[in-house]
């Protein structure tokens, strides 16, 4: 078995408002490995971003704080990295494509002052090797005519073209961990369909792991290894892909599986959505945050948190259902 490459132990990042405290991510824990994609998904405002934020550390502080917990990243624990240390990890061994590439690159430079960057930084090329190794890697993102790309400006090419951009721009120093914040939502299905073809490829060829946020689960049953599901701060399941989508036990994943459009015969059915609002994120009790949306919230669920237990060697939920001795 491929050992851990990013472990997340009991984080907790805050952030301190004028209304209160915002646990945005509170005690969470999973593991990602090497040549692994995990999927974390969740509706928004759930803490998935800022979980790949926290990694990174990115977190806009004030009013954000990471108050708690480890980062280990090949077993060092990134909170106590060094800004020099931090500077040579970020985009070095691990990159990110955000969500909408238009605000992601500058639009006053070209593309390949952009590319060449990091190149130029990390790898300590030389400005033509810079070049030509940028070249070399838009056209492994299949991008045509790349030595015109280069030469453009954001503006000048289609939300497709900017995403290849993006993914180039972050694979080109063969990172070891690609976070991908929602990298196709911006963007229409076929071109959706060919980005992640373009990132399963990437990870064949250079044996990346991938740390995928999204909340389209037709997404999360084509790319994950294992899958790591997220409510108002908190992990409440975990699983490899095919278990979780076969036999899903936390309440809100059963509802988030059943909440996915249908092709079939029997039309006349309405997409089912999960009754209730996410909790004000601000002073929440500390019980089960779902139990106000649950149809089988017990008295249990209101008065005390259930805590994250293996209910098979690959396969842990966070609910009062699976608690022995309930």
């Given at each position: ?143 045509p005519r790349a030595e015109q790309i280069m030469k453009s400006y954001p503006h000048e090419l289609s939300g497709g073209m900017r995403q290849r951009v993006m993914i180039a721009m972050a694979v080109s120093c063969n990172p070891k961990l690609l976070i991908a914040d929602e990298p196709t939502t911006a963007l ?29 689960l037709g997404v999360v049953a084509e790319m994950a290894d294992y899958v790591v599901v997220m409510y108002a701060g908190k992990v409440i399941e975990e699983a490899p892909v095919e278990e979780l989508f076969k036999n899903p036990l936390h309440p809100y994943t059963q509802g988030l599986l059943k909440s996915k ?66």
């Amino acid at each position: 078995m491929a050992k851990n490459l990013v472990e997340f132990k009991n984080l907790k990042t805050y952030f301190y408002t004028g209304g209160g405290i915002v646990k945005a991510v509170n005690d969470v824990s999973f593991n990602i490995r090497e040549g692994e994609t995990v999927c974390v998904v969740g509706e928004s405002g759930c803490g998935k971003s800022v979980t790949a934020m926290s990694l990174m550390k990115l977190i806009p502080n004030p009013p954000g704080k990471i108050v708690g917990g480890e980062i280990l990243f090949n077993g060092r624990d990134i909170l106590k990295f060094t800004e020099e240390e931090l500077r040579n990890m970020r985009g070095n061994e691990v990159s990110v494509i955000f969500q909408e590439p238009m605000t992601s690159l500058n639009p006053v430079f070209k593309i390949g002052e952009q590319l060449t960057e990091a190149i130029i930084l990390h790898q300590k090329l030389s400005k033509n090797e810079a070049e030509e190794k940028a070249i070399e890697v838009l056209k492994i993102t299949g991008i045509p005519r790349a030595e015109q790309i280069m030469k453009s400006y954001p503006h000048e090419l289609s939300g497709g073209m900017r995403q290849r951009v993006m993914i180039a721009m972050a694979v080109s120093c063969n990172p070891k961990l690609l976070i991908a914040d929602e990298p196709t939502t911006a963007l229409d299905v076929t071109i959706q369909a060919q980005i992640l073809d373009l990132m399963r490829d990437i990870k064949k060829k250079l044996n990346t792991s991938i740390m995928l946020i999204t909340h389209d689960l037709g997404v999360v049953a084509e790319m994950a290894d294992y899958v790591v599901v997220m409510y108002a701060g908190k992990v409440i399941e975990e699983a490899p892909v095919e278990e979780l989508f076969k036999n899903p036990l936390h309440p809100y994943t059963q509802g988030l599986l059943k909440s996915k459009p249908l092709l079939t015969e029997e039309t006349g059915d309405k997409l089912y959505s999960i009754p209730g609002q996410v909790p004000n994120p601000i002073g929440m009790p500390d019980n089960c945050y779902f139990n106000s949306r649950c149809d089988r919230c017990m008295n249990k669920c209101k008065d005390k948190q259930p805590t994250l237990i293996n209910v098979s060697p690959t396969h842990k939920v966070s609910c009062w259902l699976y608690e022995e001795g309930k």
